[in-house]
């Protein structure tokens, strides 16, 4: 479910620009027609960014609201969407928001290297290891896995970016992104389902059973 919350404003990003025209004609009974002009004159790419910003903002509040917090990278994510997407939509320029998610995804990488670093558990640890038991280089292992993905995604963003068409980095943005963590994460469940240590009372609270 989180993993969904967390897409949506990719979603909505994908739908406005795919649907421009059916989106603009939706628009046209809310907005004046000089401004329905002005967004038949605007590339899709600008619409949908200008869509995907408070797009986020509503994310970020329903996230608030449904678990009572806010983690810091949603807040360091909104920020660059409001920074980047507003220059995008400002200067009519693309590549503001193409460089989005590499900076997304390199900051998070910054973060779980850093916190291998900084205390006794680095990020992976201290999000998951109230529900599971592993030794410490198990854990360290993992963190590092989090790290190379972070740094792989990131820079598989700018080459598509960079070398395909914008409509293909629209895709990506959405599926390629989306199906690269899910295999990311799968591939991290399987690797602790062969790490996870058994509590040290499950053994005697079989048997008392």
């Known amino acids: ?72 990278m949603h807040l360091v994510t909104l920020a660059l969407v409001v920074v980047l997407g507003g220059a995008t939509v400002l200067f009519g320029d693309k590549s503001f928001i193409q460089w989005k998610p590499t900076i997304v995804n390199w900051l998070f990488a910054a973060a779980f290297l850093g916190s291998q670093f900084i205390g006794k558990k680095n990020l992976i640890q201290r999000m998951m290891d109230t529900k599971i038991t592993m030794a410490h280089e198990i854990w360290k292992r993992l963190n590092y896995g989090w790290v190379t993905f972070f740094l792989f995604a990131g820079a598989i963003n700018l080459y598509v970016a960079y070398t395909m068409s914008e409509e ?40 008392q059973g």
């Open 1 to 72: 479910m989180k993993l969904l919350v967390d897409f949506l404003p990719i979603v909505i990003f994908f739908v406005v620009y795919k649907f421009s025209a059916e989106f603009i004609a939706l628009c046209s009974g809310i907005f004046s027609p000089d401004f329905i002009e002005l967004m038949n004159q605007t590339q899709p790419i600008i619409i949908a960014t200008a869509v995907l910003i408070p797009a986020t903002i509503v994310q970020i509040l329903y996230t608030r609201w449904a678990t009572g917090k806010i983690e810091k």
């Open 168 to 207: 293909a980095w629209v895709n990506f943005k959405l599926f390629g992104m989306l199906g690269l963590t899910l295999v990311f994460i799968i591939a991290q469940g399987v690797y602790l389902s062969r790490h996870i240590e058994e509590p040290a009372n499950a053994d005697n609270g079989t048997q």
